[in-house]
């Protein structure tokens, strides 16, 4: 049985993973520039709530580059992985293998992310269940006999 319905959602979900991580690297590159952070820093002051609040515009750039590197690690590791489910459905060698590792990948981009990254969890997911419940083709070989069948002469 092919498993190619899996196999493409599989593959969506992790070109979705992969332009994640750009994105966020990015974006990180954006907060690293010197002069990229001045301004936010200067908008942020400017903003009475922030002022009121009394939050440091300085904690707020530093918190946004630490949550850059915690997603994009739980990111990587839904992104390998789903390569290696992708690898294990390949020829319909271990399915059950691959709709395990389709879960747990789920639920590490799902819960490590707070469902930011809910396309490549969803993906996952339907892939993950179709790995489990789909089963494979029992066709009834019409040469075989049984015991209680009379032999043609």
Request: include cysteine.
């Amino acid at each position: 049985m092919k498993r190619t319905a899996e196999g493409v959602m599989t593959i969506i979900g992790i070109i979705v993973n992969v332009l994640m991580i750009i994105g966020v690297f990015l974006i990180g590159a954006l907060f690293n520039d010197p002069a990229m952070q001045a301004e936010f820093e200067r908008e942020l002051q400017n903003d009475p709530a922030m002022a009121d609040a009394g939050i440091d515009p300085t904690m707020i750039t530093d918190m946004f580059a630490g949550l850059g590197l915690y997603f994009n690690v739980v990111v990587i590791i839904s992104t390998i992985l789903s390569i290696i489910a992708l690898f294990a459905m390949k020829r319909n060698k271990k399915p059950k293998l691959a709709g395990g590792l389709l879960i747990a990948s789920t639920l590490v981009v799902a819960v490590g992310t707070v469902l930011l990254g809910w396309l490549p969890a969803l993906l996952f997911l339907i892939a993950g269940i179709m790995c489990f419940v789909r089963k494979p083709k029992v066709v009834e070989d019409p040469y075989q006999r049984t015991d209680d069948e009379m032999r043609p002469l």
